[in-house]
Structures are given as C-alpha cells and as structure tokens.
C-alpha cells in the first residue's frame, strides 16, 4: 500500500509540474496576443528628447489595462477547465499547480507582452521636432496580473464543489496520492443462507396486498 500511495504521489506530483509549464507556455500566448493588440499612445515631439501626449490619446493606458486583464481571465478559465479534466490526480497538488502556474504565468505575459509591444512598435531613436510617433503600451499596474491566478482558482473550487463524489471522481479518498481506495458497498452473503426474494412476486408468500381479498372488517373493543 506504501508502495502504491508514493507512486501515486509521485503522479500528481509530476501532473503538478506539467500544470505550471502547461499554464506559463499558454500565459505566454497570450501576453503576445495582448502585446499586438493593445493599443499605442502617440507622441508629437517638441524638442530632441521630449515630447507631449496628444489629447485622448492617455486613455489608451487604460484600454491597455482592460485588455491585460481580460486576456489573463480568459487564460485562467481555459486553463482551469483544462485541468479539471485530469480526473485521476484531482485534488491539492493539482490546485497548487494550477495557482503556481497562474502566478508565474501572469508575470510571463506582461514580460513577454511588453517586449512584443515594443517589438511591433518600435520607437525611433532620434525623430524629428513635430513628427508624431508611436509609444509602445505598458501595463499600468500590477494588480492587473491577479485577475488569472483569482479566477483560476475559483473555477476549480467551484468544479470541485460541483462534483457529485467525495473523492472528486478520483476513486482514492485520501488527499494525497492513491493511498486509500474508496470502499465500495458490497453485501456480506453467507453461503447456505436464506434471504427474502425482493420483488413483486416476493416478500409476501405469494401474497399481492394491492389485489386485497375483499373488504376488511374493522375489530373494536366493546365498551
């Protein structure tokens, strides 16, 4: 039994690892998917080195934002459906996984997304007094990469909360590893003995009490 529970440890152990690469490869997918499509501030260029931003265009900074934000939820969601999908090593090693992957992969996609934003928009090194030019977007505040890890581990909570199984449809019930298999029911039969049939025909001696026998005459005390 010890034998199979660290073995089973081990799977989920290794499941847990390949949840985290798994989440930071998809993270960073879609920190290059947001890299292109954030949008860009524009510059008009007022002396060598200096610039002033033009009118509406600092609202970008925010579309910028929203756009991290929903990218990262989006990843969280898939990634955490995808997960739960791994039905033979469901359970806190998984969920660690998944948060740790989450976490590294939300910092993955702004690293990556940042340098494929400054990648597509290049800035030129020495522009012209008046030429507008386009600066690469940033993400404005790190908050923004807690949306992925949060929603991440509630959509796997609420799926285990969902499950009609106490062991979440693993077949082990201890937390960790298959090191307990769930007792299944299984009636003790002892050979030689009798048992009641179950059944319309059973139970009753032949007896059908919905046919009846006739009306049934009511018995009372004498006063």
């Known amino acids: 039994m010890a034998a199979v529970g660290s073995g089973g440890l081990r799977r989920e152990v290794v499941a847990g690892l390949l949840t985290v690469a798994g989440v930071v490869l998809a993270s960073s997918i879609g920190g290059a998917i947001w890299g292109y499509l954030a949008p860009v501030e524009q510059l008009l260029v007022t002396e060598a080195g200096r610039g ?32 739960w999908r791994l039905r033979s090593v469901r359970g806190p090693v998984l969920q660690l996984g998944l948060l740790a992957g989450s976490l590294l992969g939300a910092f993955a996609m702004r690293t990556i997304g940042e340098a494929v934003a400054e990648w597509h928009h290049a800035r030129p090194d020495d522009p012209p007094v008046g030429q507008i030019i386009d600066i690469a977007p940033e993400l404005g505040s790190a908050l923004a990469m807690i949306a992925q890890p949060l929603l991440a581990s509630l959509v796997l909570m609420f799926l285990a909360a969902l499950s009609p199984s106490e062991d979440l449809g693993t077949g082990f019930g201890g937390p960790f590893g298959a090191t307990r298999p769930v007792q299944r029911f299984v009636p003790d039969l002892e050979p030689g003995a009798s048992y009641t049939q179950y059944g319309p025909n059973g139970g009753h001696g032949g007896y059908d009490p919905a046919a009846g026998a006739g ?9």
């Open 52 to 83: 002033v931003v033009l009118t509406g265009e600092s609202v970008h900074q925010f579309d910028a934002l929203a756009i991290f934000v929903c990218v990262g939820a989006v990843v969280g969601v898939l990634s955490a459906a995808g997960v």
């Open 215 to 223: 009306p049934v005459r009511e018995s009372r005390p004498a006063r």
